[in-house]
């Protein structure tokens, strides 16, 4: 549809003042919302992040890319999100240590609010201490969700299941796994309870474990 390659073509771009409008005039021709993350942004990105592999874009373009899938995010958010706020508990959920990304972690946080979770979000680059610290604070907590995108920085998501698994509140929590270089396999070899590819299914599994 003509109003989704106007979004991707405007997150590729990277322009966050013409993005919002782009969103709200997709949806207005009848997009499907699901379909304007999927198709128009995600997909954005993947040809961004391929063409900084290819040297064709540096950082500073897949910042501003960043940036204007954030802006369009907010405009599509009302139309993802179902409401019923905090009535199946509460999630933590954060970008390992060394990694930035927080474009996949927010989508996440966003689909488990709009499922019926509390969401505390600790950010992006958090120390596995601050996991921890964070049940501790908040020990209704269900499940603890860590976002990790970077080959360099799966270390640092083995180091904090690790932390979890060891710690003495590890059997009243599920952990959750994701980011694009995570699979399966590799969840499994950690130790977390579950890996999803996506946000929307991230925040069905959650609610699967939750109950
Ligand atoms: C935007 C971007 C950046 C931005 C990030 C801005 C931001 N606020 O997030 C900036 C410019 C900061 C950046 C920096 C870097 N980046 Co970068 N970046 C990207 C890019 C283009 C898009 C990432 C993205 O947002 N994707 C869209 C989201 C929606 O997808 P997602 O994050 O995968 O999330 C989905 C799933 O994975 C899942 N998910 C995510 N988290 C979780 C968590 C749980 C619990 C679950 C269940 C599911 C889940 O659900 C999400 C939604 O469906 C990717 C390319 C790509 N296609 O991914 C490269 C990419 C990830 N970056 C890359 C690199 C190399 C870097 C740098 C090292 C570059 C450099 N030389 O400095 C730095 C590292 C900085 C750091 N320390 O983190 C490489 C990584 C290669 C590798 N093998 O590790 C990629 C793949 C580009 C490439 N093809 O080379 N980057």
Same mark, same amino acid.
């Given at each position: 549809?003509?109003?989704?390659?106007?979004?991707?073509?405007?997150?590729?771009?990277?322009?966050?003042?013409?993005?919002?409008?782009?969103?709200?005039?997709?949806?207005?021709?009848?997009?499907?919302?699901?379909?304007?993350?999927?198709?128009? =942004?995600?997909?954005?990105?993947?040809?961004?992040?391929?063409?900084?592999?290819?040297?064709?874009?540096?950082?500073?373009? =897949?910042?501003?890319?960043?940036?204007? =899938?954030?802006?369009?995010?907010?405009?599509?958010?009302?139309?993802?999100?179902?409401?019923?706020?905090?009535?199946?508990?509460?999630?933590?959920?954060?970008?390992?240590?060394?990694?930035?990304?927080?474009?996949?972690?927010?989508?996440?946080?966003?689909?488990?609010?709009?499922?019926?979770?509390?969401?505390?979000?600790?950010?992006?680059?958090?120390?596995?201490?601050?996991?921890?610290?964070?049940?501790?604070?908040?020990?209704?907590?269900?499940?603890?969700?860590?976002?990790?995108?970077? #080959?360099?920085?799966?270390?640092?998501?083995?180091? #904090?299941?690790?932390?979890?698994?060891?710690?003495?509140?590890?059997?009243?929590?599920?952990? =959750?796994?994701?980011?694009?270089?995570? #699979?399966?396999?590799?969840?499994?070899?950690?130790?977390?309870?579950?890996? #999803?590819?996506?946000?929307?299914?991230?925040?069905?599994?959650?609610?699967?474990?939750?109950?």
């Amino acid at each position: 549809m003509a109003g989704i390659q106007e979004v991707y073509d405007l997150v590729v771009k990277g322009k966050s003042k013409l993005i919002g409008a782009a969103v709200q005039e997709a949806l207005d021709a009848g997009c499907d919302a699901a379909e304007i993350l999927n198709k128009g =942004m995600i997909g954005a990105m993947d040809e961004v992040g391929e063409k900084f592999k290819n040297g064709e874009i540096f950082v500073p373009e =897949m910042l501003i890319a960043a940036k204007a =899938m954030k802006k369009g995010v907010e405009v599509l958010k009302p139309h993802l999100a179902s409401g019923d706020q905090g009535a199946l508990g509460k999630v933590i959920i954060g970008t390992v240590a060394g990694d930035l990304h927080d474009i996949g972690k927010n989508l996440v946080a966003m689909m488990m609010e709009s499922t019926g979770f509390e969401v505390i979000d600790l950010g992006v680059d958090v120390p596995k201490e601050k996991f921890v610290e964070t049940y501790q604070a908040n020990p209704d907590t269900k499940i603890i969700c860590c976002s990790a995108l970077l #080959t360099t920085t799966m270390p640092s998501l083995k180091d #904090t299941v690790a932390l979890l698994n060891s710690s003495d509140f590890r059997s009243n929590i599920k952990v =959750m796994v994701g980011g694009a270089p995570i #699979t399966q396999a590799f969840a499994d070899e950690i130790g977390a309870d579950a890996y #999803t590819e996506d946000a929307a299914s991230a925040a069905q599994k959650a609610k699967e474990l939750a109950s």
